[in-house]
Structure formats: C-alpha cells, structure tokens
C-alpha cells in the first residue's frame, strides 16, 4: 500500500505559478498510474492531470491544458504539477492520487476517479484576483 503526501500549495496571485509534489512511499512507486485532481469550495472533486507509469504519456483537463504540466520522477518516487497562469478559478484543494492497474494499461493515463485506489490529503492553492 503506498502513502502520499502533497506539498507545495499556498497562496499566490493571479498569473502566478506554483510548483505541487507528491511523495509517496510504502510502494513500488514505479507501477502506479498517478493523476493529481482538485475541489474547489462548493464542488465537486475533478481530474486535473495524469500521467502514465513510465511518465511517457499525460493526459490534462480542459479547463488546465496548456497551463498545467505533469510529471514525474520514478527515482525519487515523487509527482509533480507544474501550474502557471493561474487564475482564482483554480483555487481549490489539491490531490494527488495513485492508481494500481493492470500491467497492460498501467502507462495509460486515466481520469477516471474510481480507478485510484490511493489518496493523498490534499494541498491548498488560493490564488488572489
């Protein structure tokens, strides 16, 4: 079972960047399709980004494509979310998310919630009009 752990939020203004990351431990960081998803005040929780386990192919939301970049570094057993020109409609809390999946879709990345089986406890983004 692998544990994660967010940091890097905070608050910034808009058109700012901040830099999240996910450490995990506890596992075989390397097998786990991981994804970083968000909730705002009020809403729903909502995919951001993913990224398959070799880190090869992402998949973003629209609402952050082109803005947004994740990544990951197997050796270090760490996610992370790139997120630039940010706007208050991004305020929300973070969270990174780990997902088991069969060997044959594993370096897929996938947005669907159900398909994670682990979560971290999320980081705050506010960003300021």
């Known amino acids: 079972q692998v544990q994660l752990v967010e940091s890097g939020g905070g608050l910034v203004q808009t058109g700012g960047s901040l830099r999240l990351s996910c450490a995990a431990s506890g596992g075989i960081f390397a097998i786990y399709t991981m994804g970083w998803f968000r909730q705002a005040p009020g809403k729903e929780r909502e995919f951001a980004a993913g990224?398959?386990?070799?880190?090869?192919?992402?998949l973003y939301a629209d609402s952050v494509k082109g803005r947004f970049t994740i990544s990951r570094d197997n050796a270090k057993n760490t996610v992370y979310l790139q997120a630039n020109s940010l706007t208050p409609e991004d305020t929300a809390v973070y969270y990174c998310?780990?997902?088991?999946?069969?060997?044959?879709?594993?370096?897929?990345?996938?947005?669907?919630?159900?398909?994670?089986?682990?979560w971290g406890q999320g980081t705050q983004v506010t960003v300021s009009s």
């Open positions: 990224i398959g386990s070799n880190g090869a192919r992402t």
């Open positions: 998310a780990a997902a088991l999946r069969n060997l044959y879709f594993r370096d897929a990345p996938v947005k669907v919630e159900d398909e994670y089986n682990f």
